[in-house]
């Protein structure tokens, strides 16, 4: 007789917010894992919301950037199972292009937000680069 396991899974949605001129919105981490570090803006899928709306949600609350669900267009699934060290957590990652000059405002659980250029990134949180780098490639 086989015993199955069940892994618990979570599931999150992020934001790759691009400038028309090369650069991309960031937030500073103000919780664990990885408080201090640069991320993109995202965050847990409620009960009953789609990623897509989450994603939307997530941005308005760390970032004080506004969109509506559909101005959100899906770069892919990102489900390594060591991208987070609190465990297997699933996310889907969404792209938004915006003119320079946008204004944005930390809130929630971040505690700074700011735009950097692509080429001068920092050292950013769990899979972040890898996703920015998808979000890129999208465009092209």
Do not use: K
Not at 14 to 36: A, F, K, S
Not at 52 to 72: N, S
Not at 83 to 110: C, K, N, Q, S
Request: hydrophobic content about 45%; overall charge negative.
């Amino acid at each position: 007789m086989s015993v199955e396991t069940f892994e618990t899974i979570r599931y999150t949605a992020d934001v790759v917010v691009l400038t028309t001129n090369g650069y991309v919105l960031l937030i500073q981490r103000g919780w664990d894992p990885y408080e201090g570090c640069w991320a993109l803006p995202g965050g847990h899928v409620d009960p009953g919301e789609t990623s897509r709306a989450a994603a939307a949600r997530e941005l308005a609350e760390e970032a004080g950037v506004y969109a509506m669900p559909e101005e959100l267009a899906q770069v892919g699934t990102f489900d390594q199972p060591d991208r987070d060290p609190r465990g297997r957590y699933v996310t889907v990652a969404y792209r938004m292009e915006v003119i320079p000059g946008l204004p944005i405002e930390a809130g929630d659980d971040a505690t700074n937000a700011q735009w950097w250029p692509l080429s001068a990134l920092p050292a950013l949180a769990f899979d972040h680069a890898d996703i920015i780098a998808a979000a890129v490639a999208s465009i092209a």
